[in-house]
């Protein structure tokens, strides 16, 4: 419908039932009109619209170039009422559907805004797990450069494929031991340069009958700690079997199963088993300084420790490696608090405060006394880690120079790094002798010395072998001394010459 005025005009359009007024200014030609309807409505320029008046009749028609806009819109098709009517619904339902685009247009908008500000989010997390990606590649690739590691270590979880278990084992040709050499293992003068028994000494000890261990799995378990021990100089498997080793002849030597439960035998044995899994060859000391990985998990409380403890049970938690499967979850509990108390005690930084500890109560030492037999367990598993130097000379010697070798190895990178270096692993300034006259006067005579106080067995093959290496290295020392000594003279003299 459509009315005018001599001010402006206006036009009424019926738009789904609802009246929708319509104003344009006088000066508003028809063309202009007619433009404006075309455009909202999306109809055609060519198209031609009729007027009608409030009664329906047509107002007044005009071709394309109308002038005479007094006398309304354009219409050149008929005078019928009906054909008004429904070129004028055509109209109002053009308006509708414009009305309609608009609010889609608004609410497209918004959802595009929606969109896009997601795709901007989304688009931020694709560029930080790439950055994670790219750092754990540039992570593995510094190890793998670093270190010969095994394929199926466990190191830091980063491959599942590595928690894998060997789920067959091999057969290998069956050996037997000798009883020479079961003898021998039972001794801290036991070769262990030669034998990888550590299977034969759970069986021995009685672990396997009493906790209902299955063999297979103990194999399996022990496989896999094996795989998790790196290359290192110092730090590796065979230092493992070594200090297992010395656990199995201490408690033969000092009667342990004797004094303690089996439960107590198991956690010293599977804690020396397990104390350094996955030693990067770096310590703690390098750890915190570089703040590394470890260092930043751990809080520089402790990061080997903490981390050889988390592979062990991680190693555990496979059920092909558990030999704990058929444990009660007290057990269980009991086992695993106790091995994480006993690796924790082999930071060499908690060794005055654990051996003071221990000097209190030795006097008075109580066996049925829960604190006194962890303090006591956590002495024998620290004695056993350095314990290389209560062992033949032909022995020992050769682990002073895998020790040096793995500090020069940290010292050279604290020096590349500009870390600070201490003294005793500074290539420059340490020698065998200088290494280890300190560490046996004042940390392990000391030590294995408190423990004889229990023990009194250990001083003829434990005690008096550390005195007698400490004598050996004290001549050494005044060898090294004597010989800087003339070096120093001929070089003054040569010097006293030359001029
Ligand atoms: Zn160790």
């Avoid at 070129?87 to 959802?111: D, G, H, M, P, Y």
């Avoid at 003068?189 to 396997?208: I, K, R, S």
């Avoid at 033949?392 to 990178?413: G, H, I, K, N």
Wanted: hydrophobic share 35%; charged share 25%; proline share 4%.
């Amino acid at each position: 419908m459509g009315s005018a005025s001599s001010a402006y005009r206006v036009i009424y359009l019926d738009v789904d039932g609802r009246t929708q007024k319509v104003v344009f200014s006088r000066f508003c030609s028809p063309c202009d009109i007619k433009e404006l309807f075309c455009t909202a409505t999306g109809l055609s320029r060519n198209t031609t619209i009729s007027l009608l008046d409030s009664t329906g009749a047509m107002i007044c028609e005009t071709v394309n170039t109308g002038h005479d806009y007094g006398c309304g819109l354009f219409s050149h098709l008929s005078d019928k009422e009906e054909l008004f009517q429904n070129v004028l619904t055509q109209v109002a339902e053009q308006f509708s559907r414009a009305f309609k685009i608009n609010e889609l247009k608004t609410e497209v908008t918004n959802r595009l805004a929606m969109l896009e500000k997601r795709v901007e989010l989304e688009g931020m997390k694709v560029v930080e797990i790439e950055k994670c990606r790219s750092d754990i590649k540039k992570l593995r690739e510094e190890m793998a450069s670093r270190n010969n590691r095994s394929v199926t270590s466990l190191s830091f979880l980063d491959d599942n494929k590595k928690l894998t278990p060997r789920r067959d084992v091999p057969s290998y040709p069956k050996y037997m031991l000798s009883q020479q050499t079961i003898d021998a293992l039972r001794k801290p003068t036991f070769d262990v340069w030669l034998w990888d028994c550590t299977e034969h000494m759970y069986h021995d000890l009685g672990l396997v009958k009493d906790f209902n261990i299955n063999p297979i799995t103990l194999k399996r378990w022990l496989l896999c700690i094996h795989d998790n021990y790196r290359n290192n100089p110092f730090h590796n498997f065979r230092h493992c079997f070594c200090v297992t080793q010395m656990m199995y002849s201490m408690i033969c030597l000092c009667n342990l199963q004797e004094k303690f439960t089996q439960v107590d035998i198991l956690i010293l044995m599977t804690a020396a088993v397990c104390h350094d899994l996955d030693h990067p060859g770096y310590n703690n000391t390098y750890q915190i300084n570089a703040r590394t990985e470890l260092a930043v998990r751990y809080n520089d409380i402790s990061p080997l420790e903490n981390h050889h403890c988390a592979v062990a049970f991680q190693i555990f938690s496979q059920p092909d490696c558990n030999i704990f499967a058929n444990f009660d979850p007290e057990a269980f509990k009991q086992i695993r608090q106790g091995t994480i108390t006993l690796i924790l005690a082999t930071d060499m930084a908690r060794h005055g405060e654990i051996l003071d500890s221990f000097k209190q109560k030795v006097d008075n030492f109580d066996f049925t006394n829960e604190e006194h037999v962890t303090c006591l367990k956590m002495v024998l598993i620290k004695c056993c880690d350095i314990s290389n130097e209560v062992r033949p000379m032909e022995v020992a010697e050769p682990w002073v120079d895998c020790l040096l070798e793995e500090y020069f190895m940290q010292s050279d990178r604290e020096k590349a790094e500009g870390l600070p270096v201490a003294p005793f692993m500074d290539r420059e300034k340490v020698t065998k002798p200088t290494a280890q006259i300190g560490f046996i006067k004042f940390v392990l005579i000391p030590m294995f010395e408190s423990v004889m106080k229990l023990f009194p067995q250990i001083e003829e093959v434990m005690v008096q072998p550390l005195r007698e290496s400490r004598d050996r290295y004290e001549e050494l020392k005044q060898i090294d001394d004597a010989m800087n000594e003339k070096k120093k003279s001929e070089n003054l003299t040569m010097g006293g010459k030359k001029k």
